[in-house]
């Protein structure tokens, strides 16, 4: 049986380092669409993909 989600059960270091990567994530999202549109190549789209969907699952604090 899978084990429950619960971020209040987390060590406060964890919880931590997760509040800095959720206020780096929208910067570094806005810096990889503008180096997208500059440079527009496979792997910048695929990167620019991730950080984006990172970025919103920390918003909406699914991981």
Known sequence: ???RYNP???PRWLKNIRG???QFAIPISVFQGIR???F????DVLLL???ILG????HLQII
């Open 1 to 3: 049986m899978r084990k």
């Open 40 to 43: 527009p190549t496979g792997f």
């Open 36 to 38: 997208t549109i500059l």
């Open 8 to 10: 209040y059960t987390y």
């Open 55 to 58: 970025a919103v699952a920390l």
């Open 20 to 22: 800095v990567c959720a």
């Open 49 to 51: 993909a991730l950080v």
